[in-house]
């Protein structure tokens, strides 16, 4: 939610006086109007033009291997001549490198500047140093990223050659250092794969005096906004380090497609920029954001990744300063240029057989996305705002009236006292307890926002005050600036102090309720009167860091400040916390879920949000979705359907409302409309033991829960461009919304194999990889099984899913071509971290020529647990011809005949009732 007042004023204003563009245009930065953008673009076009004389080479001197923590470490020297003099007058800036191989296709490499830490401008409360810190918050703590073992040609050095080579022992990764112009390449399986440095874009803005200013560059060096920022909404930015930018290119050889970088209204593989702006990753509130954009939104992952048929590769620059990417589609390559404000080069670049195996090596660093409450991703309902706990509860009940399961209601920002947070509003919620206890008689759940502001003068924003918890300016005062509340001071959720209180205040405000959960909004931060509405750069976080270094890390701070507190606070039940970030940043995907912000309810932002999904998806943070059907606006009844119809598969499913739309909770559509909607939703609950096992997959090796295509077949050259259909999970279910108006049919890319239409179970096969057109009426939401899979469903109506828990299962078997299909289920108490010591089950099921078998991998320690009955097993006939009369079971040494349901128009034939649970281990044979 925003819409500031400082921006509505100034759309106002653009109003009036005849401007066209958005206001977020207008707020942000172009790359022109940013100081160490424009500078290194022009950087860039003048190495391009001149290919002069390197200025950045290592000092073979510093170079040391063996004995160091490193696999290799050196000092990268660049040279700056003297103005008009030669080289010998001029100064070196000496540059520290090193450069590993890690296990698992891994190499990272760092460059940093070792600075004067007497600051000519500065305060003592500036940390001098360059913010090396960002891999601190990004890393899951238990990840591995020692170097693995390497052999070293030093041999060939100095003498011969201008070059050392590192080869991982163990896999097939190796590193060519070249040193007089600095330069990596990366080889993979003896391919040369990467170039670092290729174009010789590396620029580090070295430490300089402002008299230094003009003196002190290399002639391709600009000095414009070098030591002040002209730019209309932060011109008070004190700069106290000057320019610090640091840059560096990568070619990709071989790869003609990239994606990643989030957060973007755009395509799922990204744009070539040569004649646009660049990628911008800084987080900012951006109301209505413009579609089709290379313009910053509320969150940052810089992780590219790169692929093509046999081959992916994935670029990961950690560095959470203000960054642009400039992308340049070559025939047989593509070229990359980072640049970013503050902080160090820090790159660990990822390469595999295929694009699943980048994604999950990622995640093997920044950690895997959290498994989270069931309840979690079944059906929540948002509204800015529901007024009282009357309002509550009447969506509550009239949901179970219209048969809609649900399992959150949500609360914005009015249930605060006056806005501020950590307070209820009195008279509206009187008894909060008594309102959680109504709700979880059904096993339901609340979300209260709490945000990173806190409104001045009352006893939380000064307790924050007092125990300098808060972000503060360059001269060591708490910063106030605009939000929701007026007047405001921020949590400073860096600061591990500051940490301890913002637990302490959570803890406060969740007492010991069972099912009240957190929403984080406006963390990037949002700050109203701020500069491109976020903080000024020159803030300061605890360790005396600037705002300008860790902008779009702070998010991410907020929210795991917030989990940690939760988790605490439900210890003696072990809960896990569910909890919402609308800020985030590499390794979110741990501790939070998050949504696309703060759409409009058109076609052109559902169209957009499948993408936008997707790409969150691939750069392992999954647990992600729009608002349905758009946040601002009111929907027509057909986009409301469709927009259900494609919401029905985000990972992260909820309907919200901005406080100015029509009310369109479910309950109150009109028919058929209602019915049409309510079994959109009950199909995400019969799903939800297959969509609880992808979450689970992806939390043991990090891949998607929204696969694009060339995820799931990246052998086919078709595939690459294709961001409006996708797989869930690895459960061979393949989905293609309908995001036009009007249309009632759809064009669906099909690979070859045998396909099935879900709801009929008529059967197709594809020959060869094409695209087939499909009746899509209104009503119908395009949705296919590939053949090979088996899925597992709870299909009896119930009112959230804490009543399915223990609710029969259906298994439906979809064999492919060979006659061949296989499932897995996995499932838990899917409330608390009793499955981290062995409380599940996972079971494999599989099918060939008409014997299905039951295979449990793990059992939780009490049989009873998890035993559902399987109430209906589902075949379908697929291309064989299936006419099967009865069934034979076996388990352990019991055997017994079950009759089978067919007919010759049936497209399947069902064994109902067969007398099996999900705790044994069994199988069925049908005989003719
Ligand atoms: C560090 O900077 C200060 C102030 O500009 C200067 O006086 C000093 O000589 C510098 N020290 C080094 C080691 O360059
Ligand atoms: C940078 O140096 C030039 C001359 O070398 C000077 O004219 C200019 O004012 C300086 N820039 C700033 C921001 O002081
Ligand atoms: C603030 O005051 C309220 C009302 O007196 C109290 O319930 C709450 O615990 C106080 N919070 C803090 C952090 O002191």
Request: charged content about 25%; proline content about 5%; aromatic content about 12%.
């Given at each position: 939610m925003h819409l500031t007042n400082f921006a509505s004023r100034i759309l106002l204003v653009l109003?009036?006086?005849?401007?066209?563009?958005?206001f977020t245009?207008y707020l942000l930065k172009?790359?022109?109007?940013?100081?160490?953008?424009?500078?290194?673009?022009?950087?860039?076009?003048?190495?391009?033009?001149?290919?002069?004389?390197?200025?950045?080479?290592?000092?073979?001197?510093?170079?040391?291997?063996?004995?160091?923590?490193?696999?290799?470490?050196?000092?990268?020297?660049?040279?700056?001549?003297?103005?008009?003099?030669?080289?010998?007058?001029?100064?070196?800036?000496?540059?520290?490198?090193?450069?590993?191989?890690?296990?698992?296709?891994?190499?990272?490499?760092?460059?940093?500047?070792?600075?004067?830490?007497?600051?000519?401008?500065?305060?003592?409360?500036?940390?001098?140093?360059?913010?090396?810190?960002?891999?601190?918050?990004?890393?899951?703590?238990?990840?591995?990223?020692?170097?693995?073992?390497?052999?070293?040609?030093?041999?060939?050095?100095?003498?011969?050659?201008?070059?050392?080579?590192?080869?991982?022992?163990?896999?097939?990764?190796?590193?060519?250092?070249?040193?007089?112009?600095?330069?990596?390449?990366?080889?993979?399986?003896?391919?040369?794969?990467?170039?670092?440095?290729?174009?010789?874009?590396?620029?580090?803005?070295?430490?300089?005096?402002?008299?230094?200013?003009?003196?002190?560059?290399?002639?391709?060096?600009?000095?414009?906004?070098?030591?002040?920022d002209?730019f209309q909404y932060s011109k008070e930015d004190s700069?106290?380090?000057?320019?610090?930018?640091?840059?560096?290119?990568?070619?990709?050889?071989?790869?003609?497609?990239?994606?990643?970088?989030?957060?973007?209204?755009?395509?799922?593989?990204?744009?070539?920029?040569?004649?646009?702006?660049?990628?911008?990753?800084f987080n900012v509130d951006v109301f209505?954001?413009?579609?089709?954009?290379?313009?910053?939104?509320y969150?940052?992952?810089?992780?590219?990744?790169?692929?093509?048929?046999?081959?992916?590769?994935?670029?990961?620059?950690?560095?959470?300063?203000d960054?642009?990417?400039?992308?340049?589609?070559?025939?047989?390559?593509?070229?990359?240029?980072?640049?970013?404000?503050?902080?160090?080069?820090?790159?660990?670049?990822?390469?595999?057989?295929?694009?699943?195996?980048?994604?999950?090596?990622?995640?093997?660093?920044?950690?895997?996305?959290?498994?989270?409450?069931?309840?979690?991703?079944?059906?929540?309902?948002?509204?800015?705002?529901?007024?009282?706990?009357?309002?509550?509860?009447?969506?509550?009940?009239?949901?179970?009236?219209?048969?809609?399961?649900?399992?959150?209601?949500?609360?914005?920002l009015?249930?605060?006292?006056?806005k501020k947070f950590?307070?209820?509003?009195?008279?509206?919620?009187?008894?909060?307890?008594?309102?959680?206890?109504?709700?979880?008689?059904?096993?339901?759940?609340?979300?209260?926002?709490?945000d990173p502001h806190l409104k001045i003068n009352?006893?939380?924003s000064?307790?924050v005050e007092?125990?300098?918890?808060s972000v503060r300016n360059h001269d060591?005062s708490s910063y106030h600036g605009h939000c929701w509340p007026g007047e405001s001071i921020w949590i400073d959720?860096?600061?591990?102090?500051?940490?301890?209180?913002?637990?302490?205040?959570?803890?406060?405000?969740?007492?010991?309720?069972?099912?009240?959960?957190?929403?984080?909004d406006m963390n990037e931060p949002s700050i109203f009167s701020g500069p491109e509405t976020t903080a000024p750069k020159d803030l300061l976080h605890?360790?005396?860091?600037e705002e300008r270094?860790?902008h779009?890390?702070y998010g991410?701070?907020?929210?795991?400040?917030?989990?940690?507190?939760?988790?605490?606070?439900?210890?003696?039940?072990?809960?896990?916390?569910?909890?919402?970030?609308r800020s985030?940043?590499?390794?979110?995907?741990?501790?939070?879920?998050?949504?696309?912000?703060?759409?409009?309810?058109?076609?052109?932002?559902?169209?957009?949000?499948?993408?936008?999904?997707?790409?969150?998806?691939?750069?392992?943070?999954?647990?992600?979705?729009?608002?349905?059907?758009?946040?601002?606006?009111?929907?027509?009844?057909?986009?409301?359907?469709?927009?259900?119809?494609?919401?029905?598969?985000?990972?992260?499913?909820?309907?919200?409302?901005?406080?100015?739309?029509?009310?369109?909770?479910?309950?109150?559509?009109?028919?058929?409309?209602?019915?049409?909607?309510?079994?959109?939703?009950?199909?995400?609950?019969?799903?939800?033991?297959?969509?609880?096992?992808?979450?689970?997959?992806?939390?043991?090796?990090?891949?998607?829960?929204?696969?694009?295509?060339?995820?799931?077949?990246?052998?086919?050259?078709?595939?690459?461009?294709?961001?409006?259909?996708?797989?869930?999970?690895?459960?061979?279910?393949?989905?293609?919304?309908?995001?036009?108006?009007?249309?009632?049919?759809?064009?669906?890319?099909?690979?070859?194999?045998?396909?099935?239409?879900?709801?009929?179970?008529?059967?197709?096969?594809?020959?060869?990889?094409?695209?087939?057109?499909?009746?899509?009426?209104?009503?119908?939401?395009?949705?296919?099984?590939?053949?090979?899979?088996?899925?597992?469903?709870?299909?009896?109506?119930?009112?959230?899913?804490?009543?399915?828990?223990?609710?029969?299962?259906?298994?439906?078997?979809?064999?492919?071509?060979?006659?061949?299909?296989?499932?897995?289920?996995?499932?838990?108490?899917?409330?608390?971290?009793?499955?981290?010591?062995?409380?599940?089950?996972?079971?494999?099921?599989?099918?060939?020529?008409?014997?299905?078998?039951?295979?449990?991998?793990?059992?939780?320690?009490?049989?009873?647990?998890?035993?559902?009955?399987?109430?209906?097993?589902?075949?379908?006939?697929?291309?064989?011809?299936?006419?099967?009369?009865?069934?034979?079971?076996?388990?352990?040494?019991?055997?017994?005949?079950?009759?089978?349901?067919?007919?010759?128009?049936?497209?399947?034939?069902?064994?109902?009732?067969?007398?099996?649970?999900?705790?044994?281990?069994?199988?069925?044979?049908?005989?003719?």
């Amino acid at each position: 939610m925003h819409l500031t007042n400082f921006a509505s004023r100034i759309l106002l204003v653009l109003v009036l006086i005849g401007q066209t563009l958005a206001f977020t245009d207008y707020l942000l930065k172009s790359c022109s109007q940013s100081g160490f953008c424009l500078r290194n673009r022009h950087y860039a076009r003048e190495m391009q033009k001149a290919r002069k004389q390197e200025a950045y080479s290592i000092d073979p001197t510093s170079i040391q291997t063996q004995d160091t923590d490193h696999s290799f470490q050196a000092n990268i020297l660049k040279r700056v001549p003297s103005q008009n003099g030669g080289e010998a007058s001029g100064k070196t800036i000496v540059l520290p490198l090193f450069v590993d191989i890690l296990d698992g296709g891994k190499v990272r490499f760092k460059i940093n500047e070792l600075r004067n830490s007497t600051l000519e401008r500065g305060v003592d409360v500036i940390n001098p140093k360059r913010y090396d810190e960002a891999y601190m918050w990004a890393f899951d703590k238990s990840a591995n990223v020692s170097p693995a073992d390497v052999d070293i040609s030093t041999s060939y050095w100095p003498s011969r050659r201008d070059d050392i080579e590192i080869k991982s022992k163990d896999s097939e990764v190796s590193v060519r250092v070249h040193l007089t112009k600095f330069r990596i390449e990366i080889f993979y399986r003896g391919k040369l794969v990467l170039v670092v440095n290729d174009r010789m874009l590396l620029n580090v803005e070295h430490q300089r005096s402002l008299q230094e200013n003009a003196s002190q560059k290399l002639p391709e060096e600009l000095t414009f906004n070098d030591f002040e920022d002209s730019f209309q909404y932060s011109k008070e930015d004190s700069l106290p380090f000057g320019p610090e930018s640091v840059a560096l290119d990568f070619t990709l050889i071989g790869i003609n497609d990239v994606y990643g970088i989030p957060e973007h209204a755009d395509s799922l593989r990204l744009k070539d920029t040569q004649n646009t702006e660049p990628y911008r990753l800084f987080n900012v509130d951006v109301f209505e954001y413009n579609l089709q954009a290379k313009t910053p939104m509320y969150g940052a992952i810089p992780l590219m990744i790169g692929a093509k048929p046999g081959f992916a590769a994935g670029v990961f620059w950690v560095n959470s300063a203000d960054t642009w990417v400039d992308i340049e589609y070559d025939e047989s390559e593509t070229k990359t240029h980072w640049i970013s404000e503050a902080g160090v080069i820090d790159v660990m670049i990822f390469l595999a057989d295929n694009p699943l195996e980048v994604t999950s090596a990622y995640t093997e660093v920044t950690g895997r996305p959290q498994l989270p409450m069931i309840s979690s991703i079944g059906y929540h309902q948002c509204r800015w705002n529901y007024n009282d706990e009357k309002d509550v509860l009447t969506v509550d009940s009239q949901m179970d009236k219209a048969g809609i399961p649900y399992d959150f209601i949500w609360l914005d920002l009015e249930y605060t006292d006056d806005k501020k947070f950590f307070t209820w509003k009195p008279d509206a919620f009187p008894n909060p307890e008594r309102m959680l206890r109504k709700l979880w008689k059904l096993g339901r759940n609340l979300v209260t926002l709490i945000d990173p502001h806190l409104k001045i003068n009352y006893n939380v924003s000064e307790l924050v005050e007092t125990s300098k918890s808060s972000v503060r300016n360059h001269d060591d005062s708490s910063y106030h600036g605009h939000c929701w509340p007026g007047e405001s001071i921020w949590i400073d959720t860096l600061s591990s102090s500051a940490r301890k209180v913002w637990r302490q205040l959570i803890d406060g405000f969740l007492m010991n309720y069972d099912n009240l959960h957190i929403w984080n909004d406006m963390n990037e931060p949002s700050i109203f009167s701020g500069p491109e509405t976020t903080a000024p750069k020159d803030l300061l976080h605890g360790g005396g860091f600037e705002e300008r270094s860790v902008h779009n890390l702070y998010g991410l701070t907020v929210h795991e400040a917030t989990y940690e507190a939760m988790k605490e606070s439900y210890s003696n039940k072990a809960k896990r916390p569910f909890l919402l970030t609308r800020s985030f940043f590499a390794g979110s995907q741990r501790t939070a879920a998050t949504w696309t912000g703060d759409n409009v309810a058109n076609w052109d932002y559902l169209h957009i949000s499948v993408p936008m999904c997707l790409t969150n998806n691939i750069v392992g943070y999954p647990f992600i979705g729009a608002d349905i059907a758009g946040f601002s606006g009111d929907p027509t009844p057909e986009l409301l359907i469709r927009w259900y119809q494609a919401g029905v598969w985000y990972p992260f499913f909820r309907g919200h409302a901005h406080i100015d739309a029509e009310r369109r909770e479910p309950y109150l559509l009109q028919e058929p409309v209602r019915s049409i909607v309510r079994d959109i939703i009950r199909l995400r609950y019969s799903l939800l033991p297959t969509f609880y096992t992808a979450f689970h997959v992806s939390s043991i090796n990090g891949t998607p829960i929204m696969n694009p295509l060339f995820y799931v077949h990246p052998e086919l050259e078709g595939v690459y461009d294709i961001d409006d259909q996708f797989y869930l999970g690895q459960t061979g279910l393949l989905v293609k919304p309908v995001t036009e108006e009007g249309a009632t049919e759809v064009s669906v890319f099909f690979p070859s194999g045998l396909f099935y239409e879900y709801e009929s179970m008529k059967s197709f096969s594809i020959d060869k990889p094409r695209r087939i057109t499909i009746d899509a009426p209104l009503e119908k939401l395009p949705l296919f099984i590939e053949g090979g899979t088996i899925i597992v469903r709870r299909d009896r109506y119930r009112r959230s899913s804490k009543l399915m828990a223990n609710d029969p299962i259906t298994l439906l078997v979809a064999p492919n071509k060979e006659g061949r299909a296989s499932g897995k289920l996995y499932t838990d108490d899917g409330e608390t971290f009793a499955f981290q010591t062995g409380e599940y089950i996972d079971i494999s099921f599989d099918y060939e020529q008409g014997v299905l078998t039951s295979r449990i991998n793990h059992k939780p320690s009490d049989g009873q647990l998890f035993a559902s009955k399987i109430e209906k097993i589902i075949i379908a006939k697929g291309d064989a011809a299936q006419s099967s009369s009865y069934a034979l079971l076996k388990k352990g040494s019991n055997e017994w005949m079950q009759s089978v349901e067919y007919s010759e128009e049936s497209n399947f034939i069902t064994i109902k009732n067969p007398h099996l649970n999900l705790q044994e281990m069994w199988s069925m044979i049908l005989h003719g």
